[in-house]
Structure formats: structure tokens, C-alpha cells
């Protein structure tokens, strides 16, 4: 079974850093591309970040860029999220999800892909 453990949230001032991490299980991560997203109290889920399958390639949207910094470690199966300079406006349940390619390469998809698998989420809270 597929499956993706987020882990790495919690409370942090202003300021302050945060490293994600997301985990597979059940199938490697070697031919997917990853994404991470977030979704805030009243608002629609938005995507953060996305890694290509290789890790070649990688984009954000705007309002993480230069503070944010997605990585993978296939050995480990594992996603990572570096999120440093947090601030309050990122507060959100943070979720990565899979999508899978036909082959490694350093295309990243768009976060409108339809992403197959997903995690249950962490929680990130920015204050003070």
C-alpha cells in the first residue's frame, strides 16, 4: 500500500525555521515527482513546492521563494521541505503528495497535476 508519513511541524516564532520531511512506504520514490501543499483555517489548498522525480529540477510559488528549499534523498525514500524566515502567513497543515512519471527525468509537473497519493498532513504554526 502507498503510503506517505509528513512529520517535522510544530510552533515557531517568527523568524524562526522548520525542516519537513516526507516519507514513503510501500513503493519508492525513485519515478515520482513530489509536491508539497498547504492549506490554512477558511482557505483553499495551495501548492508550496515540487520536486521533479529526479531531483534536477525544482519550482515554488512566489511567496516561498528565497526562503523555502525543497529536497529529495531517494536512498531514504524520503522528501524534505527546508522552511527558514517563517512567518505568520505560513501557518497551515502541510501536505506532500506523489505523482508518478514514466520515467526519471527533471520535469516538474504543475500543482494542478492530479497528484495520486497523499499524506495526512503536519501542522506548521508561525507566532509569536
Known amino acids: 500500500q502507498l503510503q506517505l508519513v509528513e512529520s517535522g511541524g510544530g510552533l515557531v516564532q517568527p523568524g524562526g525555521s522548520l525542516r519537513l520531511s516526507c516519507a514513503a512506504s510501500?513503493?519508492?520514490?525513485?519515478?515520482?515527482?513530489i509536491g508539497w501543499f498547504r492549506q490554512a483555517p477558511g482557505k483553499e489548498r495551495e501548492g508550496v513546492s515540487c520536486i521533479s522525480s529526479s531531483g534536477g529540477s525544482t519550482n515554488y510559488i512566489d511567496s516561498v521563494k528565497g526562503r523555502f528549499i525543497i529536497s529529495r534523498d531517494n536512498a531514504k525514500n524520503t522528501v524534505y521541505l527546508q522552511m527558514n524566515s517563517l512567518k505568520p502567513e505560513d501557518t497551515a497543515v502541510y501536505f506532500c503528495a506523489a505523482v508518478r512519471m514514466l520515467y526519471s527525468s527533471n520535469y516538474v509537473p504543475p500543482f494542478r497535476t492530479t497528484f495520486g497519493s497523499w499524506g495526512q498532513g503536519t501542522q506548521v504554526t508561525v507566532s509569536s
Open positions: 510501500g513503493f519508492t520514490l525513485d519515478y515520482y515527482a
